[in-house]
């Protein structure tokens, strides 16, 4: 499973748009790239998920380059409801996979 | 909601003790995971189940244990619980046994609290 490394945490103010930035370097050529977030005592929640170029839902934007190295979760206007804590995953998309999440980047959102 | 439903909700016990956790999956999910995730920490994988068998195993201690039944919900199963057992343990269920383009969804969790 390809090793990833997030920022530990971020700090934004409501109104701003928010990039956080996970590194994969060593992603494998049928891996996705998947971002969870995970608010206070609850599970994680899907939120996006892709596997190159640029990926569009109606909460984020995930920007993928082109050597897929690295990955970026847009969250444009965060609200103070946005602060959680935010999982990149990377892996294949069959066979056997166990969803590791990482440490993950805590994202507080400031009035 | 996400389809996924974990009971008790909270549970305390003592140390010493036996307790079950229960995870009923989204309906035609197959795949049931359980996650640990103690206080501040992240989620720790456990283990992973499909279609009534286990298909993964992560960081699951010995004195746990974890089955998934015909009708597919699943149980994790933790004996000899000592106060580093208290957490939050996590249910999650997808459709498939789980490359990373299947979303998992995930329970509210029961918070185990052990004195």
């Known amino acids: 499973l390809a090793k990833t490394t997030q920022p530990i945490s971020m700090d934004s103010y409501e109104g701003q748009e928010v990039n956080i930035t996970c590194s994969h370097n060593?992603?494998?050529?049928?891996?996705?790239i998947t971002w969870y977030q995970q608010f206070p005592s609850q599970g994680p929640r899907f939120i996006i998920q892709?596997?190159?170029t640029k990926v569009t839902n109606e909460v984020a934007s995930l920007f993928i380059p082109a050597d897929r190295k690295s990955s970026t979760l847009s969250l444009p206007r965060v609200s103070l409801s946005d602060t959680a804590v935010y999982y990149c995953?990377?892996?294949?998309?069959?066979?056997?996979?166990?969803?590791?999440f990482g440490t993950g980047t805590r994202l507080k959102v400031l009035a | 909601d996400s389809g996924v439903t974990q009971t008790p909700k909270h549970l305390i016990t003592a140390t010493g003790q036996r307790v079950t956790l229960r995870c009923s999956p989204r309906s035609g999910d197959l795949s049931v995971y359980w996650y640990q995730q103690s206080l501040d920490q992240g989620l720790q994988f456990l283990i992973q189940y499909y279609n009534g068998e286990e298909r993964a195993k992560g960081n699951i201690l010995e004195r746990f244990s974890a089955q998934q039944f015909p009708d597919l919900h699943s149980e994790l199963n933790l004996s000899s619980l000592e106060l580093g057992d208290s957490a939050l343990y996590f249910c999650?269920?997808?459709?498939?046994?789980?490359?990373?383009?299947?979303?998992?969804?995930f329970g509210q969790g029961t918070r185990l609290t052990v004195v």
């Open positions: 995953l990377v892996g294949p998309t069959s066979g056997t996979y166990k969803y590791i």
């Open positions: 892709g596997y190159k």
């Open positions: 060593n992603i494998a050529t049928n891996d996705y």
């Open positions: 999650a269920s997808s459709v498939s046994t789980g490359g990373v383009d299947t979303e998992a969804f």
